[in-house]
Structures are given as structure tokens and as C-alpha cells.
């Protein structure tokens, strides 16, 4: 990219394109579930186990992402980091869809894991950091709409390759690998972060992306504040700094949030979606094509989200979004409890969860998690809360195929609306608002809250 004026959309929408591979690795797995079942000979109850952890090992990887994401990108840049999960995507993808035994299979799995780990938190950190501060939630939520774009053309790819006979499940792996280059090669077209430059001392370096972002002399007003920020030592840098009494409390609402987000089931139901309608009474064609219609209203809610989270604010749209999701997944745990399965009750409410989701835990969760942090922390902190999230996500995924077999799947989902009635009381007592306010006067009111 030229130095001149720096075209910030351009800069989160290339930066964003890891979410979409991410949401793509995640949820391709939904198409390739009853194959690998049978190319694996996965039966019985230790075939339910194995099958939960092949699809939950892109979790297993996340988690080991997510705790050296963070600090190879204070040490390495926030960039360097993200080009390293390009290359972990396009080797994933070969490696799966190559697969010849089991083992190989998960290993491959949890390569993309790694690359997982690392795009989900950089990416909306690395946004967070350059976009200016009326724009940033949109901005950030970028990542969150890229994520579900990757996950509803994950559902469209599958039904497309459907027909390709006994290897389909190779191809549906094996097409990630051309987003994943055009990532890779388009990410060095942007700059680093100039928040990071700071922190390593390249003032000047910093003061140039600065003013590419907001001209000269809003750059020196933000090249000052933030070097207020830095200058203030009001905790240690990097984890050590998180268990300085003063972060607690921030901790609480990122690992609250974390927690949450994937304990309320969003995973579980979309790597196993055309499993979920299959059980409802659907034949396997029918339960593709209602992946894609959920695929499509998951990135329409996005825009909604994306639209209002500047306006609204975070926590109006995390109330109202996960009372919707309560509702609904109470709605599928009453259609999955009578004797007769009622399908389209079913497929409407799943609906109604991803939309609810769409407009609240999924794009804000990030959104504030690349907020709320001090600027020596964030990385650290972020590392931390995303770990905890990918653990409650793969581990929520590997007992999944158990849970409906032991619970059913009316208290499974029971369980689950439970446990989103817990996340609207938490949001509602704990979760602050941030819209409008720099990085450095959300660092400078949450640390003396």
C-alpha cells in the first residue's frame, strides 16, 4: 500500500479476512461429519466420543492459539502474527483433506486450531488499535461479520460439493486453501499497528500510520495520548500485569463474556447443524439446505449488528440478543421434547438463537474484549480470555454427540437456554458500556471503577 491517506476499511476488511477462514475451518466440519463417520468407522458409543473429538479438535488447537497468540504478537507485531495464521490455514486445509487415518485427520484439525487461536484474537485487536474511536466497534465487528460470512459459505460450499461422490468430504476441506493465500498475500499491504510501534519505541514509525489513519494533527493528539497511557506503569506489562487488583474486576467481564458466549451452545449447534435437523425428521438434502438458510440469516443479523453497535451501544444489543437467544433455545428443548418432533418449530427457532447470537454474543463479546484492556495488557488479557472461551467451545463440541445420546436432545437444549438465562442477568449486573470513548479513557475509567 502507498503512504498516503490510509484507507481504514480497506485496512479491517483485509485484516478481517482471517475471521472468515476462521468461521469457514470452523463450522466446514458440519458437511464432513457423516462421511468421516463412515470413512473412520466411527459407531457405538466410543465411536460418538472419537467423533466428538475429531470435530472438537479445531477447538483443542484454538486453545493453544490462543495462549501463544498474544505473546508472539507483543514480542513479534500484530501483523507478523496474523501472517503465520494465513500459512497454519492453507496447511490445515491440505493436511485435512488429504487425511488417510484418523490420527492424521485430527492432527490436521488442529493445525487449523492454532491458526484459529491466533486470526480470532489478533485480528479484532489489531483493528481495535488503528481505527478511530467512533468507528471502532463497527470497524472491529468486521472480524465478527467476516467470521459469519465464513461460516454461511462453509454451509454453501458443502451443499455444492455434496454430489461429488465418496470423496466430497476432501474437496469441502480442500477449498479453503484458495482464501487462505489471498490472506496471506493481501496482509502485506497493511501496516502495523501503531499502538504496538509504541510499545516497542518506534515512535516515529507509529506517528506515520498515525497520520495515514487521521492526519496530522489528530495524530499528535492520539501519539500523545496513548504515550500518556504507556508512561502512567499502572500495572505490569503483560500477564503478570493481570493479576494486579485493578484489572479483577475487567477480568471478570472478559472471562464472564468468554465463558458465555460459547457455553450457551452456538458451536455445538453449528458443527452439527445438518445433525440437529436430521433428528428433527429431515433427510440429509433437506437438513444441507436449512444449513444455508440459518448460514444466511447468521451474516444478514451481522449487518444489523454492525449497524446499530455505534449507535445503540454493546450492552442494549448484548440484553436484547441474548434474551432472544434464551427464548429460543427454550422453544427447541419444548419441540424436541414431544413425542412427535415438531421440524419446522425447530428450524425456526434455531433461527431465531443464530439471529439473537448474531446481534449480541458474537460480534460484541470481541468487540469488547478488544476494548476494555489497558494498552500494556491487552494482548496478554486477550490471550487469556480467548483460551478460556475455546476450552468452554471444545469441550461444549466433544460431549455434544454424548449429551444427546445420554440427555436427549430436549435437555440438551434445556440446559443450554439455562445457561443463556445466567448470561442475561451477568450482562445486566456486570457489563459496561464503552461506545464512543478511546482505548486510553476506557483504560483510565475501568481501572479506578
Known sequence: MSQGKLNIGFVALT???????LGFDATVISGVVPFIKEYFSLSGASGDLKLGFAVSSLGWGAMAGNAIAGPLSDRFGRRRVLLGTALLFVMSSLLAASATSFPSFVAARIVGGLAVGGAILIAPVYIAEIAPADKRGSLVSLNQLMIVIGISASFFSNYFLLDLGEHNWRYMLGVQMVPALAYFTLLW???????????????????????????????????????????????????????DTRVRKIMIIALGLAFFQQITGINAIFYYLPTIFTQAGGGVDDAFRQAVMVGVVNVAMTFVAIWLIDKLGRKPLLIVGIAGMALSLFAISWAFSQESYNARLVLIAIIGFVASFAISLGPVMWVLLSEIFPNEQRA??????????????????MI??????????GGTFLAFALFATAALLFVVLLVPETKGRTLEQLESDLMTA
Open 189 to 243: 499491504f497493511v501496516p502495523e499497528s501503531p499502538r504496538w510501534l509504541l510499545l516497542k519505541g518506534q515512535n516515529e514509525a507509529a506517528l506515520a500510520v498515525l497520520r495515514r489513519v487521521a492526519g496530522e494533527q489528530q495524530a499528535q493528539e492520539n501519539l500523545e495520548q496513548i504515550q500518556r497511557s504507556l508512561t502512567m506503569k499502572a500495572v505490569s506489562r503483560g500477564f503478570r500485569g493481570l493479576f
Open 400 to 409: 455434544f454427540p454424548w449429551a444427546l445420546s445420554t440427555l436427549g436432545s
Open 380 to 397: 496478554a488479557a486477550i490471550s487469556v480470555a480467548g483460551f478460556s472461551n475455546a476450552l468452554v467451545s471444545a469441550t461444549v463440541t
Open 15 to 21: 485484516v478481517a479476512i482471517g475471521g472468515f477462514l
